[in-house]
């Protein structure tokens, strides 16, 4: 039933192709890998839906191209680019 | 036989909307104590039981991260509610579902409302209550908050609940992984067995796998510490190791995983084809091209309806004002109490009156973009901005919010989460130009620059935005360094805002300005007075009524000049053309001469009017300046001297540190306008034209105006925000120091390059 045995990826010694949540482009979605950042950080988004392996999509972003307009378990949500980018994702079709 | 009622829930799950429809209007809104989080309470009666009903801070969880959570756990954990109140918004399930888990483990008696089932059945969702209330273990209640549907079956089973012991046992868990249980029960017996803490064991042992510092402190303070929290460490360590994360992450994954799990026995989602409005708007109103045109015309039309829908009433409000002031002054005997009612209470107070139009159409198109939801959509599309000078996008509100009044633009920022930016806020708040500058603006720029009045006033809104900004950047690089929070924002779905909670926002913020107005400004207006009328017995050098007696007595004779010279012209003109005519006096030549002169005359009765009125205010200028409101000017009149400003204008911005708009009522004393009551605020124009002030003074006073010290209530406010006399008296210092540099800046180069001249 529960799947966190995942390898954790390092985030902060990730390689640079991984892709970040703020690569994202408008309309594409994307499933949580893991997400980085300090602690309170992390535990502000785990509790506000964003857990691993959650669907994510990227609705827009702000007229000043920041931050952005997220979906994630139904409601819309914004991040920072900044942010966005200790959010490690797998892009879905 | 009372109980206690707390009611939690996220942010805009319609907490508001349930509290309301649970105790009417019986509700009464303070302080929790020690943090300035606002506290509303009510009661309602069921079935010969009194109810009081504590409205919690809508909250995310029940971490303690921010001052709301903070309290709303406090409150929760220390046994004072008897039942809780969970409101979820069915259309958001999932999310909303998470504080519930937290709020089970708490142990309390609990009762689930799930709100907005309008809402989740047009987006295609069929929820089981009776399903989801076995698998939380707790009375689920299907309630439309908007229009009241299902409150009475919720007022029943907050009945039953509170009524019936047996159920005040939990009945259920939440089931964790194998792995996380076994913690869970370890913790527990060494809890049970220590007899530690008089909390749901269950909720002591989870808190402590997630490392909570509130309740490790707890335990710290038993005899037993060390075995519990050793215990603790051990197995925060078998955790993390067997699921590479933290034991906080490790429990709130498990706790979404059990919601999966609960939802997918109870929801049923039907494919609808309707459309997600909130997005479709957003399609727009966020748009990456649209997004800052629209939100700049809806400040615009902001202010726009503010000052042009406010003019109308202002007048109502004025006549009335003066007639009431005639009223008054034609049943008293003139004596020092008709002075202190007329002059003093109703005038000073009525300069504020008038402006009571202004600020409710403002606080009740704010209460609109709250309500809506596009507020939250300011914090996303100015984030940028503010995040420049290291604030969260949601520091702006209370930056909107300033516009009409600094006091509750200041409370406003409670809704960040922490405190330094609380304070970054609240220490540049000031400086967005709050109504009450308004009337000062409207005054001097309608006396000095009466073709670009509109473009003076709209640049002093811009040069406090700017000031703002500016400081804001300037205090986040040296006194307040550091990061603000992660901008981590809902932006909830679009809302048809009711009237009902308009009309009960504005009220409460329009109220706070009519306090003010029976409180501070009425003190300030009296103490002006008494300083305006005392001592009584002031000499003048110059004798004014000799002086107004030339006067009259030369229009006098001017006018008896013209009527001889009517009469001379009448007789030649009908002795030369028209001798034979009988009736002349209806000739087209007789009326055309009359009309002449009739010009003529009014243009001499304006003219003796204008000098008189001129005269009687040189006069009261003379008079005041001996009064004590003039000696307390003189003595920082030389301060003010740099800035071209006389002992006029130091009266007046010493006694506007009570509230800005009180310059104008000084200006009113200042220029004895209480006694030519019909002359309104053209009394004040023309005497401050007389006065010797120029426009280029003009226009550094109102850059005074407007950055100097915040009005007394504003300084209370920031006292009360930032807790500390540390911060209150660096705002004070340094609005005047700024306010007294630019001033400068602009008296002294505008007179060097001869602006404005
Ligand atoms: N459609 C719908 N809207 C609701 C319902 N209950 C509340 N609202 C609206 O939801 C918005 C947020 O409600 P409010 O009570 O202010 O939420 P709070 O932030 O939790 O206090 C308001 O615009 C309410 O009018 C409901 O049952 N159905």
């Known amino acids: 039933m529960f799947n966190f045995k995942r390898p954790r990826h390092k985030l902060n010694k990730a390689n640079e192709n991984d892709l970040r949540l703020s690569d994202l482009k408008p309309g594409e979605k994307g499933r949580i890998i893991e997400i980085g950042g300090s602690e309170n950080f992390r535990h502000r988004l785990i509790e506000m839906g964003i857990t691993r392996d959650a669907e994510i999509c990227v609705d827009k972003y702000a007229p000043l191209r920041d931050p952005m307009e997220l979906i994630v378990k139904g409601y819309h949500l914004s991040l920072r680019g900044m942010d966005a980018q200790k959010i490690a994702v797998e892009r879905l079709a | ?757």
């Open chain 2, 1 to 757: 036989m009372n109980f206690d009622i707390a009611v939690a829930g996220n942010p805009n799950c319609g907490k508001t909307t349930i509290f309301n429809a649970l105790t009417g209007a019986k509700q009464r809104v303070g302080n929790w104590p020690g943090v300035t989080v606002e506290k509303k309470s009510g009661h309602y009666n069921y079935s010969d039981l009194k109810f009081d009903v504590i409205d919690l801070p809508g909250t995310y969880s029940l971490a303690a991260f921010s001052a709301e959570e903070t309290v709303v756990r406090q409150y929760l954990e220390n046994d004072e509610a008897d039942v809780v109140v969970n409101i979820i918004d069915a259309s958001n399930l999932e999310r909303n579902l998470f504080l519930t888990t937290q709020l089970i483990e708490l142990g309390k008696p609990l009762v689930i409302v799930l709100n907005m089932m309008d809402m989740a059945q047009e987006k295609g969702l069929q929820i089981d209550a009776d399903t989801l209330a076995t698998l939380l273990g707790a009375p689920v209640v299907p309630v439309i908050g908007r229009t009241g549907e299902g409150i009475d079956l919720l007022k029943e089973k907050i009945f039953r609940v509170s009524t019936e012991v047996s159920n005040k046992a939990r009945l259920i868990d939440i089931a964790y992984p194998r792995d996380i249980e076994v913690e869970i029960e370890n913790l527990s017996q060494l809890i049970r067995k220590n007899d530690i803490t008089d909390k749901h064991t269950r909720w002591t042992a989870i808190k402590l796998l997630e490392s909570d510092k509130q309740t490790r402190d707890e335990v710290r303070a038993h005899s037993n510490e060390l075995d519990i929290l050793n215990q603790a460490k051990v197995s925060i360590d078998r955790i993390e190791g067997l699921f590479k994360d933290t034991g906080r992450a490790v429990l709130s994954h498990a706790r979404y995983g059990f919601i999966q799990g609960a939802l997918r026995e109870c929801v049923v989602e039907t494919v609808v084809d309707s459309v997600d409005h909130s997005r479709q708007i957003d399609r727009i109103l966020t748009n990456r091209w649209l997004g800052l045109p629209i939100f700049g015309l809806f400040m615009w039309l902001m202010f726009k309806l503010t000052y042009d829908l406010g003019s109308i009433p202002m007048d109502w409000i004025d006549t009335g004002l003066v007639a009431l002031m005639n009223f008054i002054s034609g049943l008293l005997p003139d004596s020092m109490f008709a002075s202190l009612l007329v002059d003093g209470v109703i005038g000073g107070v009525g300069a504020i009156a008038v402006f009571l139009p202004n600020i409710f159409i403002l606080f009740f198109i704010i209460a609109v973009l709250e309500d809506t939801g596009y507020m939250a959509r300011v914090a996303f599309i100015m984030d940028r901005i503010m995040h420049n000078i290291g604030l969260h996008g949601k520091a702006f509100i209370p930056m909107i919010m300033g516009f009409g009044c600094n006091v509750p633009a200041i409370m406003g920022t409670r809704i960040l989460e922490s405190r330094r930016d609380r304070i970054l806020t609240v220490l540049i708040n000031p400086f967005m130009s709050c109504s009450a500058r308004l009337p000062v603006y409207v005054l001097v720029a309608g006396a000095f620059f009466p073709d670009n009045a509109a473009t003076v006033i709209f640049s002093m809104y811009i040069l406090g935005i700017v000031v703002a900004i500016a400081s804001g950047k300037l205090f986040s690089q040296t006194i307040l360094k550091g990061m603000s929070k992660p901008f981590v924002l809902e932006l909830p779905p679009y809302q048809r805002p009711t009237l009902r909670s308009l009309s009960l926002h504005t009220w409460e913020r329009g109220y706070l300005f009519i306090q003010k107005m029976g409180t501070v400004i009425l003190v300030g207006s009296v103490i002006i007075w008494v300083l305006g009328y005392f001592p009584t017995d002031v000499e003048v050098d110059r004798n004014y009524s000799s002086e107004k007696n030339i006067l009259v007595s030369h229009y006098d004779s001017q006018l008896v000049d013209l009527e001889s010279k009517l009469n001379m012209s009448i007789e030649k003109d009908r002795l030369e053309y028209h001798s034979e005519m009988v009736e002349y006096e209806s000739s087209a030549s007789y009326l055309e001469l009359y009309q002449q002169f009739q010009i003529l005359k009014e243009a001499l009765a304006s003219e003796r009017s204008r000098e008189l009125y001129s005269l009687r205010q040189q006069e009261i200028g003379d008079i005041t300046e001996q009064k004590w409101i003039g000696r307390v000017g003189k003595v920082f009149e030389p301060i003010v001297r740099p800035l071209g400003f006389t002992w006029r204008e130091s009266v007046a911005l010493i006694t506007g540190f009570v509230a800005k708009e009180i310059v104008v009522s000084t200006y009113g004393v200042l220029f004895g306008v209480g006694e030519d009551v019909d002359e309104g605020s053209q009394g004040v124009i023309s005497g401050l034209r007389s006065s010797g002030m120029t426009p280029l003074v003009a226009l550094s006073f109102l850059v005074f105006t407007l950055l100097y010290t915040p009005c007394l209530a504003t300084v209370a406010a920031i006292k009360r925000e930032t807790g500390t006399w540390a911060y209150t008296f660096f705002s004070i210092g340094y609005s005047l120091a700024l306010a007294y540099t630019l001033a400068f800046l602009v008296a002294y180069f505008g007179g060097k390059f001869n602006w404005l001249s």
